[in-house]
């Protein structure tokens, strides 16, 4: 009898966190949470314990924690009101806030750089003298993503796709989006731009296409896959799909060319708002239905044998 596996993807931790609609940063030892809170009111970032869920600290930030990452020496802190707050995780102080130039809601790491979408393009943050060093042209207010050597901006003020080469700053191509990009998700030499419909509400959830794009153009190649309610993310050598219908959704890792599931999904009984790869895992941010707690699942892909 020969032994036969089968890998899928499998919730290793589950810690529910006292706070909604901020981003997460994951370090070593802990997640980092943003919280937003009422309009004129200071917003906070949570350090939770990866452990015990307890919370170890509370950092008051200005403006609203929208998207975090973290650094080997710093998590950071995109506000949404033109400023980046850097947060020293051995002190849990902000150390310094960058203005950047607004709207400062997506933010990224890479290439020894930190990547912040603005108006007028890409800011790049050098984290060793925490000052703006330049701001390339790449659309108007793009969201910023960071994978395979290259900073990816999409714009959906100007329905384009910018590729910026880290080590000269300068855009290493441009494309125009069919729809309305959303952003960019690149890894193992495949990139693909997820896209919502041009007459869907930018305010509202919709279903989303993906599109495959050549990365040294770039351009689409070929049709783009309809993926429903969902949300793609890549680590660990492979890309995630998440999709969500009505309250439960499923995780799936898909073929990098063609984003069919290679192995049964993961039912996940909650409405799913954030999905990214850190530290080694796939980390999910979701909510028991609409009303629930947050709660942030560490995934890893497990191998289950049998005899045949």
């Not at 441009?174 to 305010?203: C, F, H, K, N, S």
């Not at 219908?245 to 069919?260: G, N, W, Y």
Request: charged share 20%.
């Amino acid at each position: 009898m020969l032994a036969a596996a089968c890998s899928r993807p499998t919730v290793v931790t589950t810690v529910t966190v006292p706070a909604e609609g901020g981003g997460l940063a994951v370090t070593n030892d802990a997640l980092w949470v943003g919280h937003v809170v009422e309009p004129g009111e200071a917003g906070l970032v949570l350090r939770v314990d990866r452990r015990d869920g307890l919370v170890h600290a509370r950092v008051a930030v200005k403006g609203r924690p929208i998207n975090l990452v973290a650094t080997a020496d710093a998590v950071w802190v995109a506000n949404c009101d033109g400023l980046v707050h850097r947060i020293d995780p051995h002190t849990n102080t902000v150390v310094v806030s960058i203005a950047t130039g607004r709207p400062a809601c997506s933010i990224a790491a890479g290439g020894d750089a930190i990547w912040v979408g603005v108006e007028r393009g890409v800011s790049r943050i050098d984290p060793r003298t925490n000052t703006v060093v330049t701001v390339i042209a790449a659309g108007s207010s793009p969201n910023v993503t960071f994978g395979d050597g290259a900073v990816w901006a999409a714009s959906a003020a100007t329905r384009s796709l910018t590729r910026i080469d880290p080590v000269d700053n300068r855009p290493g191509g441009r494309m125009t989006v069919p729809e309305v990009p959303l952003y960019a998700v690149a890894g193992a030499g495949e990139v693909w731009v997820v896209q919502r419909d041009i007459a869907a509400p930018a305010e509202a959830e919709r279903p989303v296409r993906a599109s495959r794009v050549d990365p040294a153009m770039p351009s689409v190649r070929g049709a783009p896959i309809r993926l429903g309610m969902a949300r793609l993310a890549f680590g660990g050598g492979a890309f995630w799909v998440v999709r969500q219908s009505e309250s439960v959704a499923r995780l799936a890792r898909v073929d990098p060319a063609s984003l069919e599931p290679l192995e049964p999904p993961l039912r996940i009984k909650d409405v799913v708002g954030r999905v990214l790869w850190a530290e080694g895992a796939l980390w999910i941010v979701s909510r028991e239905g609409m009303e629930g707690p947050t709660l942030v699942r560490q995934i890893q892909l497990s191998r289950r044998w049998w005899l045949r």
